[in-house]
């Protein structure tokens, strides 16, 4: 399974992003997937995530209702609408797939998949 995001740019304090991850190769069919970021020095961190139906979501403490999170499984594609952006959201943005429900940051040492990430940057 390939993973490829893209959305990710400049933008000013307050503004909004979505950034996007298209899943190909042999996919069971039943992945979560999700975002998480790391910022310059900092560990890597759980942004969002959702189960394949969609009834499952989890947000990570970054967000505090800033994001939101989709997907659209006939596209193999999920979303992350990111409104009122502050420059501490400046980081590389990674697309994640996992069999598992994952919720949390120690959950990234046990992804099935990666992205190759997707840079945003917020200037102040």
């Known amino acids: 399974v390939q993973l490829q995001a893209s959305g990710g740019g400049y933008v000013h304090t307050g503004g909004s992003v979505r950034v996007s991850c298209s899943a190909s190769?042999?996919?069971?069919?039943?992945?979560?997937m999700g975002w998480f970021r790391q910022a310059p020095g900092k560990e890597r961190e759980f942004v969002a995530a959702?189960?394949?139906?969609?009834?499952?979501?989890a947000y990570g403490n970054s967000d505090k209702g800033r994001f939101t999170i989709s997907r659209d499984n006939a596209k193999n594609t999920v979303y992350l609408q990111m409104n009122n952006l502050k420059p501490e959201d400046t980081a590389v943005y990674y697309c994640?797939?996992?069999?598992?429900?994952?919720?949390?940051?120690?959950?990234?040492?046990?992804?099935?998949?990666w992205g190759k990430g997707t840079l945003v940057t917020v200037s102040s």
């Open positions: 994640a797939a996992s069999k598992e429900f994952f919720y949390s940051d120690r959950q990234a040492r046990v992804m099935d998949y």
């Open positions: 190769g042999r996919t069971s069919g039943s992945e979560t």
């Open positions: 959702i189960s394949w139906s969609g009834n499952n979501k």
